[in-house]
């Protein structure tokens, strides 16, 4: 009998030790699963669309409370940096367990953003200062040559001139450049200066030397007015036709001296000596002493009479001598 009672005092004891033991592992485990609840892991890049910068666009956690506002957005296409303390108080007040193992000096945040193209502003430009008295046709040059206007992601890419000063005698100019997005207005202060200018003739491909320049090959671009030399070729019928000199790059101007008619005689060539008067019509063989184009005057020497004359190419491997030069041959 006494042997069974103490039997039951240790299964009694035993059901209490092990109770116990549920109840601690319960009260301690309980919060720790709390805690790896609501544990936060710092996003590696931070980027954000908006305006203002949330717990959302910088933790990854389970119970995130997203919409909470950390901080204002940078501007678009810029960036800012952040206090891990300020955003570890932040995080710590609505329920986040973040720490900064990794010590952090700073949180960086980026804006993202679309570029407005540098040719669509200097066309709204071009159209401003032209309402404004400027020449039609000019060079516009920004004084921040690496200028670039950043919008937000939802904004068409569009812009408003607004609040233009132009000075007609310098060319100088400064306006406010307006974006509209969902968020309100963005105004940007741009300045620069506009150079009169006129459209030249380019080509549009390289060519080699002695390559014919076709109506296909030349196009017009502005170019500065102070910047046109004399020698430059402004218009495009004095390079349709012509040979180029050198080999030439796309998109060069051409001095008149660049080109030359195309060679239809070449130094050394046997040619056709030609002299026609009223009466007769004299022909002999000579020998080209330079290269020549269509209508160019160059030396040649006929070979009968072993004399150099001047004449005018006239066709593939013919020349004409005026009357003054008629010594043809020993006739």
Known sequence: MAKHTLYKKEAYRFIWVSGMIFIIIWALTTPLQAAVDNYASLKSRIEVEG?????GDLFIATNLKADVIVAEAPAPGR??????RHVAMIARANGLVWKNLARLDRIIVSRKSKTISKDTILG????ALQDAGAPDLMDVQLADRNFALHVATDVTPMIVVENLIYDSESGQFEAHLVTESSYGGDTTLISGRAYPAIEVPTLTTSLNKGDVINASDVQWT??????????IVTDARDLIGKAVKRRTGAGRTLRSSDVQNPVIVEKGNLVTIIYKSANMTLSAEGRALHHGGRNDTIQ???TR???NLRARVIGPNQVIV????IQLSAY
């Open 51 to 55: 305006p203002m910068i949330t717990l």
């Open 79 to 84: 960036r800012m940096s952040l206090s891990p």
């Open 124 to 127: 709204e430009l071009r159209h």
């Open 222 to 231: 502005l170019m500065r007015l102070d910047r046109v030399g004399q020698h």
């Open 300 to 302: 040649v020497l006929n």
């Open 305 to 307: 009479s072993n004399r």
């Open 322 to 325: 005026s009357p003054h030069n």
